[in-house]
């Protein structure tokens, strides 16, 4: 019941910024935590970072100083902020939210947005 919906993705050279976006629709109600992961051809898929409704963030150790995430809970929105981008950061980005556990803690996923960082 819950759509995903992400953009900003983009080819960018090491060094520069790029700026995600993630805006939940549908049955949107209940969403509890939000976050991004990422996943490069041929490798498992792993966590970014992610975002309580409170607004509490938590970090993969590779993004830490880099990358920052938000949220507009009034629009259901998480946004990574992505700045010193070097290329190993180069993957597919997936937004994803869980509703609370009350609600069953169904998690749902994006389609996804490509970031490629060049040389």
């Known amino acids: 019941q819950v759509q995903l919906v992400e953009s900003g993705g983009g080819l960018v050279q090491a060094g520069g910024s790029l700026r995600l976006s993630c805006a939940a629709s549908?049955?949107?109600?209940?969403?509890?935590?939000m976050g991004w992961y990422r996943q490069a051809p041929g490798k498992q898929r792993e966590l970014v970072a992610t975002i309580t409704t409170g607004g509490s963030p938590n970090y993969a150790d590779s993004v830490k100083g880099r990358f920052t995430i938000s949220r507009d809970n009034a629009k259901n929105t998480v946004f990574l902020q992505m700045n010193s981008l070097k290329s190993e950061d180069t993957a597919v980005y997936y937004c994803?939210?869980?509703?609370?556990?009350?609600?069953?803690?169904?998690?749902?996923w994006g389609k996804g947005t490509l970031v490629t960082v060049s040389l």
């Open positions: 994803n939210a869980r509703r609370a556990p009350a609600w069953g803690g169904m998690e749902y």
């Open positions: 549908g049955s949107s109600f209940s969403i509890n935590a």
